[in-house]
């Protein structure tokens, strides 16, 4: 179920990257990604509305929703907030 709601494997937090239809408004919180991140989701008929970033090791964080793709420099420990 995670995979529906944030994928890692490209180096890359890909955000919502297959919601179901069933799931219109919901959130997550505390999914762990590749390169130590932690994220949290809100959305709403179907669209992001908030995330959370939060980094244990630090680097270039790298995020992808839709056509969107963001990128920011990230120190360890450090939070990322962004709205949709």
Known sequence: MAEMLMQSHTGTLE?????????????VKGLKARGGYEVNLEWKDGKLLLAKIKTQKGGVCNISYGEEKLSKQLQAGEEWMLSF
């Open 15 to 27: 955000l919502l990257p297959a919601l179901p239809s069933a799931w219109k408004d919901g959130n």
